[in-house]
């Protein structure tokens, strides 16, 4: 296809009118894309795929506990669960399908190595309550991950167990509780700056602390001024996520740190955009007391589609003590010891707990360090600057057309961030929204960027391609969205009704949201 960056092509549209008219089929596919009904729908309660003898009359030991009525899961085919999940799994959109712009997601490629790594039955067919002499391959990989996340950040210690970037800010706030509390010091209040993504406050609320806003400056970073006028006793902490959400390095990182740190305070860093700086700064150098890493966002771990996150969270000299339970400790003869309850001593005896059972997301260790490792340091140093010039194209070769709010003030970090304002050459059209702009994104083929997120940007459009596209792949998510754009500036009436070739067609997101239908019932199918 001929990339034509001036976008809008409007004959592409006829065709899409000419395909509304086209004849609905009488099974509901449309050529390759079929049409799929719920499991429950196709499936027999009376109906099983597997042939099992009769089960021999034994007495019950359930106490009276067993089940009474019929459980009433629908019974398929071995060949009818294949073609069911088969046919709905291409209906998702997975990176492994195209560009996937989510902006404060990082979704990169997930290098294959690190698969077949993750795969060796030395690391995926072990159990976590095996003796320690049996495990010192794993062990070894949980020691190596956490020395080198220790050294790109500049930290004294690593937590590796939380199991995602928001379990990670519990277990930050928990060990900066756990701080205070040591020094008998009962703070309540934790700062976030107004751009915070939703789950810094959340974290905050759930560990029972008052959460305050900071305000951010024109310029989209938070206002030094207004926190240091803020700062005071009841203070336990500052939450800053850098780089921001807005695309944008907080500059005052280190003044933010001296600040906090002369009010008694600990300064959490929100480290999920940590792909836009890895290799380039280290958090611990800015005075970071605590910083969670979302492996499956900068280290590749795959995400979307809930698959399990990992978020081990690095940790001051000053927090260290308080770090949960389990470590993983290299001995003087090269074997490895867990460091549990009844091994910890005094060095871990102040320790809040433990965040988990075990040890946290082992497949995602694996894979992660596959990846640092393949990478090497200079190939982590030019990940962050390829994310960065990714982002920066994006930035500049949209602004024209899209209202950029702090593109005047330098280059972004690792996200492009836009908005639904006029800016000189008309914002879109009255009555048209940045969702009319993502819906018609999904015509042309690729999952919406982020959304309304951050909230300090009206109707905001967050754009993160990560370092992994190709400058064609790049060029053409800006043909696409060049021309989504430009319909929705001239009020294209067939924007708002789209997606048009999807499954389903608009949906009530809200309504969604709000009153979700979670439970199958028959009769819902019947009305
Ligand atoms: C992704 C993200 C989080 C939360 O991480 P999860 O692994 O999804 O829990 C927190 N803050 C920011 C800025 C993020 O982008």
């Given at each position: 296809m001929t990339i034509n960056q001036s976008g809008w092509r409007p004959e592409a549209n006829a065709d899409l009118?000419?395909?509304?008219?086209?004849?609905?089929?009488?099974?509901?596919?449309?050529?390759?894309?079929?049409?799929?009904?719920?499991?429950?729908?196709?499936g027999a309660t009376d109906r099983t795929g597997v042939d099992i003898a009769t089960a021999p009359d034994v007495p019950s030991h359930l106490g009276g506990l067993s089940r009474d009525a019929a459980i009433g899961l629908p019974g398929l085919s071995e060949q009818e669960t294949v073609r069911h999940y088969t046919r709905l799994s291409r209906q998702n959109y997975a990176i492994d399908l195209g560009?996937?712009?989510?902006?404060s997601c990082t979704m990169k490629h997930n290098p294959r190595l690190n698969e077949k790594v993750a795969r060796m039955p030395g690391f995926a067919d072990i159990h976590p309550l095996q003796?320690?002499?049996?495990?010192?391959?794993?062990?070894?990989?949980?020691?190596?991950l956490a020395e080198w996340l220790k050294a790109l950040t500049g930290m004294a210690a690593v937590a590796m167990s939380p199991k995602a970037g928001a379990h990670g800010e519990l277990c930050g706030l928990l060990s900066i509780r756990a701080a205070l509390e040591a020094r008998g010091d009962a703070r309540k209040v934790i700062l976030v700056p107004e751009s915070a993504h939703g789950t810094?406050?959340?974290?905050?609320?759930?560990?029972?602390?008052?959460v305050e806003n900071i305000p951010a400056t024109a310029d989209g970073r938070v206002d030094l001024a207004a926190l240091k006028a803020r700062l005071g006793p009841d203070v336990a902490a500052v939450m800053v996520t850098n780089p921001n959400t807005c695309g944008l390095f907080e500059r005052d990182m280190k003044n933010i740190a001296d600040a906090v740190h002369a009010a008694g305070a600990f300064v959490y860093c929100d480290g999920a955009n940590f792909n836009a700086i890895v290799g380039r700064v280290r958090p611990g150098d800015l005075g970071v007391d605590a910083m969670h890493i979302n492996l499956h966002k900068t280290f590749s771990t795959p995400h979307g589609g809930g698959g399990p996150g990992s978020g081990p969270v690095v940790l001051s000299e000053a927090l260290a003590p308080y770090a949960p339970l389990p470590v993983v400790k290299k001995q003087d003869d090269g074997s490895f010891l867990l460091v549990e309850e009844e091994t910890a001593g005094d060095h871990h005896a102040d320790g809040f707990g433990r965040m988990v059972a075990f040890h946290g997301q082992m497949g995602m260790f694996t894979r992660a360090l596959a990846y640092i490792l393949s990478h090497g340091a200079d190939?982590?140093?030019?990940?962050?600057?390829?994310?960065v010039l990714n982002a920066n194209y994006l930035l500049r070769s949209l602004d024209d057309l899209l209202d950029a709010p702090f593109g005047a003030s330098g280059p972004c970090m690792h996200e492009a961030l836009f908005s639904d304002a006029d800016h000189g050459n008309g914002g879109l059209a009255e009555g048209f929204t940045t969702l009319d702009v993502a819906k018609g994104l999904i015509d042309e083929g690729y999952h919406p960027m982020t959304v309304y997120f951050p909230l300090v940007v009206h109707g905001a459009m967050l754009i993160e391609p990560t370092e992994t596209e190709s400058k064609a792949a790049l060029d053409q998510f800006i043909l696409a969205l060049r021309n989504v754009a430009q319909r929705a500036k001239a009020g294209d009436e067939m924007l708002k009704g789209a997606p048009w070739y999807t499954p389903r067609r608009r949906l009530d997101e809200t309504l969604a949201a709000r009153k979700p239908v979670l439970v199958w019932e028959a009769n819902t199918a019947a009305s």
């Open positions: 009118a000419a395909l509304q008219a086209m004849p609905a089929t009488v099974t509901g596919n449309r050529g390759l894309m079929l049409e799929e009904a719920l499991i429950f729908e196709i560009l996937f712009p989510l902006g003796p320690v002499g049996t495990v010192q391959g794993a062990l070894a990989v949980i020691y190596e810094n406050p959340a974290t905050a609320a759930f560990c029972g602390y008052a190939g982590l140093r030019q990940v962050a600057e390829d994310a």
